[in-house]
T-cell receptor
Framework: GAVVSQHPSWVICKSGTSVKIECRSLDFQATTMFWYRQFPKQSLMLMATSNEGSKATYEQGVEKDKFLINHASLTLSTLTVTSAHPEDSSFYIC????????????FGPGTRLTVT | AQKVTQAQTEISVVEKEDVTLDCVYETRDTTYYLFWYKQPPSGELVFLIRRNSFDEQNEISGRYSWNFQKSTSSFNFTITASQVVDSAVYFCALSDGNRDDKIIFGKGTRLHILP
């Protein structure tokens, strides 16, 4: 089956620094990837839709200057949390849309970000 | 607007009991997809099922079964003879039939299977 990886699986950073999270589709090409955020004991909230070669589309209420998304290739999307603050601490999950005949979305294992 | 409601926040049952997780959805689309995902403590989402709006047949997979009823906009999930390993958070989700493919998640039901 289709596999999506995320790196790192967890990261701790200091307040004010930036951190980059990678999302890769390992065995398929994905023109579209999605980024979700999940706070403890809450649901997944869609942050943005990442399209290869174009600007990401952000959901209402998500600061695009704070959460920079780059989808530079058909297998890689990155999310950079800029000037991170403790309230950005969360579980970030990406998914990649497989479009080989049937559109199916495959989720990565998630990245746990802790900002101290 | 699309919406998924999982009214049961948390459920506890004793091992070997059957348990049903409820899911009610709202959408104006005639073509849509419904999903169930399991999220164990590790955090990784485990895909369980995807059902399109034109297929109302119930589905059984081992101890898992799903009941899709368009008339009540429900897509309930039943675990038969529950096991401790079934303890997790279960999310019901919805996406429309467009290529957009955004998935909207319910708030999840935390299931505790007690030994």
């Amino acid at each position: 089956g289709a596999v999506v990886s995320q790196h790192p699986s967890w990261v701790i950073c200091k307040s004010g620094t930036s951190v980059k999270i990678e999302c890769r589709s390992l065995d398929f090409q994905a023109t579209t990837m999605f980024w979700y955020r999940q706070f403890p004991k809450q649901s997944l909230m869609l942050m943005a839709t990442s399209n290869e070669g174009s600007k990401a589309t952000y959901e209402q209420g998500v600061e695009k200057d704070k959460f920079l998304i780059n989808h530079a290739s058909l297998t890689l999307s990155t999310l950079t949390v800029t000037s991170a603050h403790p309230e950005d601490s969360s579980f970030y999950i990406c998914s990649a849309l497989y479009s080989g005949g049937v559109y199916e979305q495959y989720f990565g294992p998630g990245t746990r970000l802790t900002v101290t | 607007a699309q919406k998924v409601t999982q009214a049961q926040t948390e459920i506890s049952v004793v091992e070997k009991e059957d348990v049903t997780l409820d899911c009610v959805y709202e959408t104006r689309d005639t073509t849509y997809y419904l999903f169930w995902y399991k999220q164990p403590p590790s955090g990784e989402l485990v895909f369980l099922i995807r059902r399109n709006s034109f297929d109302e047949q119930n589905e059984i997979s081992g101890r898992y079964s799903w009941n899709f009823q368009k008339s009540t906009s429900s897509f309930n999930f039943t675990i038969t003879a529950s096991q401790v390993v079934d303890s997790a958070v279960y999310f019901c989700a919805l996406s429309d039939g467009n290529r957009d493919d955004k998935i909207i998640f319910g708030k999840g039901t935390r299931l505790h299977i007690l030994p």
